[in-house]
């Protein structure tokens, strides 16, 4: 995997953003026959969530009260909205080696996001986008030291997912590596004593972000960025990657 190197703060707590993508306001007919301009913002297979253009006030209503033309029009709405949960887990891979004054861990991390498909219809073919950040940090007497280095943007391509179903893909492997080295000098003192002196420095890389989204037909669908990831969700917008068929 390749990264470019940047200094960041590290932080780790993470932001989940929806997005829902309104459509222009439609003229609905309700019950008494009577017009009103409104934008869906929810739908399902029974009710539909409405926000009155005149008042911005949303109320929710029965689909089968509207007007077939209406009904058809919150059936593409939901077509081109779907909507989606993300939940996203780490997995990780461990080998140890210890000899002498070194430790070593070698870890190869990923990512597995799960999509989740909340509607009662299938979904229709997402695109999916994300980046990693990968850190580097390092201490010894004189101090510590961090890097933070993000990755090429990965592009793949989800096929529909069942209503009410969910697909879970693995992002490509990090090595990271930790290593521990113990150092001792003992030194004689003109009293007839000893003197010992430990040393130690530690360096570790680790694999602490992912900013990602989900897309159909350039609509965004959801997005989820770690803390401090966040403006890389535009980058992910500009990316020109060619898709990959999800594994």
């Known amino acids: 995997m390749n990264f470019r ?30 017009t009103f301009e409104g934008e869906v913002v929810n739908g399902n297979e029974k009710t539909v969530t409405i926000e009155r253009s005149s008042d911005k006030k949303a109320f929710t209503i029965d689909r089968s009260r509207l007007s077939e033309a209406d009904q058809a029009y919150v059936t593409q709405w939901i077509s081109d909205n779907p909507n989606v949960r993300l939940s996203i887990r ?33 979904t229709p073919e997402f695109t999916l986008r994300y980046l990693l950040r990968q850190t580097q940090r390092n201490s010894d007497v004189t101090g510590t030291t961090s890097s933070t280095m993000y990755g090429e943007v990965d592009v793949l ?20 590596v930790t290593t521990t080295i113990e150092n001792t000098s003992v030194s004689d003192l003109a009293d007839g004593r000893v003197r010992i002196d430990r040393q130690s420095s530690k360096s570790k890389s ?16 959801a997005r989820y960025a770690m803390v401090g990831m966040e403006k890389y969700t535009e980058e992910l917008l500009r990316a020109g990657n060619s898709p990959a068929a999800a594994p």
């Open 90 to 122: 780490t997995a990780k891979k461990s080998e140890k080696e210890e000899g002498g004054t070194k430790a070593s861990t070698t870890t190869l991390d990923r990512y597995q996001i799960e999509i989740r498909n909340e509607s009662a219809e299938a």
């Open 206 to 221: 680790s694999l602490n972000g992912i900013s990602l989204l989900v897309y159909h037909k350039e609509r965004k669908v």
């Open 5 to 34: 190197p940047s200094i960041t703060l590290l932080l780790t707590h993470c932001v989940l953003l929806m997005s829902a993508g309104l459509l222009p306001g439609h003229v609905f007919t309700n019950p008494d026959g009577k």
């Open 157 to 176: 391509t989800i096929p529909s997912i069942p209503a009410f179903r969910s697909v879970s893909i693995p992002t490509r492997s990090v090595k990271n």
